[in-house]
């Protein structure tokens, strides 16, 4: 044998054996599935007992998920919300569906779920009896059947935010300098900020993001304020802040991964 082909025919067994010993894709953890899910989705398709929502009826279906909670809108109003669970290590991932609020309160409506990219499918049965084994049911199962896209994030909100960061705060009445560790996490279509000194929590706030501006309400045991930030590359936050009831005096802060 030549020696070119030698060497290609050993490349080719090595690849091959390296693709052969790659491990299995593993599984998202619940977590995760929380995070990617957190927001409101864009409706693309909906189904009930196989018969398709189309139109301005479906334009009027929504979806939101924030935290462990769900809210399905129908007619532009909440028609079922609640809790719900997912086991992503099944095939295929399961989840249940808590309603708390709604048509079929007290139900839990068992189902599946598919998450490729910025794509979901949920099939759930709303009677809360046996669940989806994939996502063509029969009509006759009375299945709902959802598919829905996660919206982009605008032009100037391309800068991912989540994250831990670390935080150096200047108060400005007393000018006395803070260092905390600041964990910023998506809930829902709002951000939550935890603020720990040695794993001890000195506040939690909530926060709304507009293009490159971050507002937070937050609050300790003793206090109560907003901050405003400036949302900069890298990810950097740049902001002040201020304690309601206060004198108005205002402290700066910046937040750096």
């Known amino acids: 044998m030549k020696p070119l082909a030698a060497l290609v025919l050993f490349a080719l067994l090595v690849g091959s054996s390296v693709a052969a010993e790659e491990p299995p894709k593993k599984a998202p953890t619940t977590g995760e599935v929380y995070r ?19 139109g301005d009826e479906l334009k009027k279906r929504g979806v939101f998920f924030g935290g462990n909670f769900f809210i399905l809108r129908r007619d532009n109003k909440v028609f079922r919300a609640g809790g719900i669970q997912f086991d992503p290590a099944r095939n295929p991932s399961t989840m ?19 998450l490729d990219g910025d794509t979901l499918k949920i099939c759930f049965n709303p009677k809360g009896e046996t669940a989806p084994k994939d996502f063509k049911p029969d009509a006759k199962d009375g299945f709902t059947l959802i598919t829905l896209k996660k919206p982009k994030p605008p032009a100037d909100e391309t800068v991912d935010i989540v994250g831990k960061y670390r935080s150096e705060l200047t108060d400005g009445k007393t000018g ?3 260092v905390a560790d600041v964990f910023v996490e998506r809930r829902g279509d709002c ?19 507009k293009a490159d501006q971050l507002s937070a309400c937050w609050a ?3 206090q109560v304020g907003v901050s405003v930030y400036k ?8 902001g002040e802040f201020t304690i309601l009831g206060g004198i108005g005096a205002t402290g700066k802060e910046t937040l750096t991964p």
Do not use: H
């Open 36 to 54: 990617k899910l957190q927001g409101t989705w864009i409706v693309e398709a909906w189904e009930e007992g196989g018969k398709a929502i189309t």
């Open 191 to 209: 951000y939550t900020m935890t603020y720990k000194v040695e794993e001890k929590t000195l506040f939690v706030g909530t926060a709304i993001r």
């Open 220 to 222: 300790s045991g003793q």
């Open 176 to 178: 006395m300098k803070t």
């Open 231 to 238: 949302i900069e590359a890298g990810p950097k936050l740049v």
């Open 96 to 114: 249940n569906l808590i309603v708390r609020e709604g048509d079929g309160k007290g139900e839990v409506m068992p189902g599946i779920y598919s």
